[in-house]
C-alpha cells in the first residue's frame, strides 16, 4: 500500500490560492490519488481523485505529474471557511486498506 | 444526499465494558468502514465490510470486533472497553467498486471515552 507525506500544516489569508502537495513515491500502476476534507468534529468529506493530468471540480483541482510521485490540491481563493484538515489517499477505487495519515491543517487567517 | 448516521455522537464507558458502536447507512451501498481518529495520527482504519456478514481486518485490529447483518447497519464492538481505546470513532460507506468517483461517506462520528 502506497504511502502519503504531506506538510503537517500550512496557513493562508482569505482570497489566495492553497497548494497542498502529497507525495506519494509508491504508487502503484492501478492506484488512484483522493483527497478529503475534515472540519472539526465531523467526518471527512469527498473533495476530489484523479489518476492522472489535471482534475478540477467546482471546489478544487487536483494537479498530477507524469510520473504519479506527488500531486498537488489546489483551493482556489480560500476563505475562512476553508479552514480544515486535507488528507491525501492513495489506492485503488474501492478504498479497501486506503491510508489517510495524519493529514494537512490549513488554517485561513482574515 | 447518502446518510451516514452513527448511534451516540458522545459515550462514556467504563474500564472492562462491553461497548456497541452502531452505524446505519441508507445509500444500500455494499462497503462499509469503521475508522479510529487520534490527534497526529490521522484516521486508521479497524475493520471494514464488503458485503453482509462479510468483514475484513483493517490496520488495527486488536480489541475490537464488528457485525454486519444487514446491509445497511454495520457495528464495531468493544468487547472490554479499555482506557487506550478512548477515540473518536468514525464509519463509513462506499457504493460498490468502480462506480463512478468512488468516493466515501462518513458519519458524524462517535467520540468515546473509556474511564
Known amino acids: 500500500l502506497a504511502k502519503t507525506t504531506q506538510p503537517i500544516s500550512m496557513d493562508s489569508y482569505e482570497g489566495q490560492e492553497v497548494n497542498i502537495t502529497c507525495s506519494h513515491n509508491?504508487?502503484?500502476?492501478?492506484?488512484?490519488i483522493t483527497w478529503y476534507q475534515q472540519f472539526p468534529s465531523q467526518g471527512p468529506r469527498f473533495i476530489i481523485q484523479?489518476?492522472?493530468t489535471k482534475v478540477t471540480n467546482e471546489v478544487a483541482s487536483l494537479f498530477i505529474p507524469a510520473d504519479r510521485k506527488s500531486s498537488t490540491l489546489s483551493l482556489p481563493r480560500v476563505s475562512l471557511s476553508d479552514t480544515a484538515v486535507y488528507y491525501c489517499l492513495v489506492g485503488l477505487t474501492g478504498g479497501f486498506k486506503t491510508i489517510f495519515g495524519a493529514g494537512t491543517r490549513l488554517f485561513v487567517k482574515a | 444526499d447518502v446518510k451516514v448516521t452513527q448511534s451516540s455522537r458522545y459515550l462514556v464507558k467504563r474500564t472492562g465494558e462491553k461497548v456497541f458502536l452502531e452505524c446505519v447507512q441508507d445509500m444500500d451501498h455494499e462497503n462499509m468502514f469503521w475508522y479510529r481518529q487520534d490527534p497526529g495520527l490521522g484516521l486508521r482504519l479497524i475493520y471494514f465490510s464488503y458485503d453482509v456478514k462479510m468483514k475484513e481486518k483493517g490496520d488495527i485490529p486488536e480489541g475490537y470486533s464488528v457485525s454486519r447483518e444487514k446491509k445497511e447497519r454495520f457495528s464495531l464492538i468493544l468487547e472490554s472497553a479499555s482506557t487506550n481505546q478512548t477515540s473518536m470513532y468514525l464509519c463509513?460507506?462506499?457504493?460498490?467498486?468502480?462506480?463512478?468517483?468512488?468516493?466515501?461517506?462518513f458519519g458524524p462520528g462517535t467520540r468515546l471515552t473509556v474511564t
Open positions: 463509513a460507506s462506499m457504493p460498490p467498486s468502480g462506480t463512478a468517483q468512488d468516493k466515501q461517506y
Open positions: 509508491n504508487i502503484a500502476t492501478n492506484d488512484y
Open positions: 484523479g489518476y492522472k
